[in-house]
T-cell receptor
Framework: GAGVSQSPSNKVTEKGKDVELRCDPI?????LYWYRQRLGQGLEFLIY????????KSGLPSDRFSAERTGESVSTLTIQRTQQEDSAVYLC????????????FGQGTRLTVV | AQTVTQSQPEMSVQEAETVTLSCTYD???????LFWYKQPPSRQMILVIR??????QNATENRFSVNFQKAAKSFSLKISDSQLGDAAMYFC????????????FGTGTLLAVQP
């Protein structure tokens, strides 16, 4: 695609429910990154994929968070048993390779847990 | 661990004037990259400018330039001839060299441009 696409744009969910956030990277980009941005904060790294493998998942805050990538394309970030502190904007980025210094970002998913 | 600090939560500039946003970082690495990203209300992060640590020359992109002081670990962004469209959140970010593109961000500076 022309850019990184994320869906949904906004998601409101009840505490305790599971949510799935989707990221479609730029076609041909092998590296994909997930970040979390809490209100008024900078971006926090969550996990990155090289192809379908996740060499670094050190930023995932708890075992309620998981992510997968298939076909070296779409990635899904899943949050189980959501808590209010999970409310944030979740941003996805992709780059041609992990060595390439320019990462292209999507517009994010704003998650609100009520 | 690497850290990035932006000490100016908010800044304001008059249209057509020049403004400088500050950023300091801490790292023990010798191979790294520094970035400034712009985040408008649309939430999409847009790369403004990039600096390779091994380059002594400061990066420039049209009205945007940086003052990279490696010894002081300082990386400020200068916006010349400010335009209304420059109003946004600006984030400084660090990435170490090698096989990762993981970015470490500062907390951001909200720039307002006054007409």
């Amino acid at each position: 695609g022309a850019g990184v696409s994320q869906s949904p744009s906004n998601k409101v969910t009840e505490k305790g429910k599971d949510v799935e956030l989707r990221c479609d990277p730029i076609s041909g980009h092998t590296a994909l990154y997930w970040y979390r941005q809490r209100l008024g904060q900078g971006l926090e790294f969550l996990i990155y994929f090289q192809g379908n493998s996740a060499p670094d998942k050190s930023g995932l805050p708890s075992d309620r968070f998981s992510a997968e990538r298939t076909g070296e394309s779409v990635s899904t970030l899943t949050i189980q048993r959501t808590q209010q502190e999970d409310s944030a904007v979740y941003l996805c980025a992709s780059s041609r390779t992990v060595m390439n210094t320019e990462a292209f970002f999507g517009q994010g998913t704003r998650l609100t847990v009520v | 661990a690497q850290t990035v600090t932006q000490s100016q939560p908010e800044m304001s500039v008059q249209e057509a004037e020049t403004v400088t946003l500050s950023c300091t970082y801490d790292t023990s690495e010798s191979d790294y990259y520094l970035f400034w990203y712009k985040q408008p209300p649309s939430r999409q992060m847009i790369l403004v400018i990039r600096q390779e640590a091994y380059k002594q020359q400061n990066a420039t992109e049209n009205r945007f330039s940086v003052n990279f002081q490696k010894a002081a670990k300082s990386f400020s962004l200068k916006i010349s001839d400010s335009q209304l469209g420059d109003a946004a959140m600006y984030f400084c970010a660090y990435r170490r060299g090698g096989a990762t593109n993981k970015l470490i961000f500062g907390t951001g500076t909200l720039l307002a441009v006054q007409p």
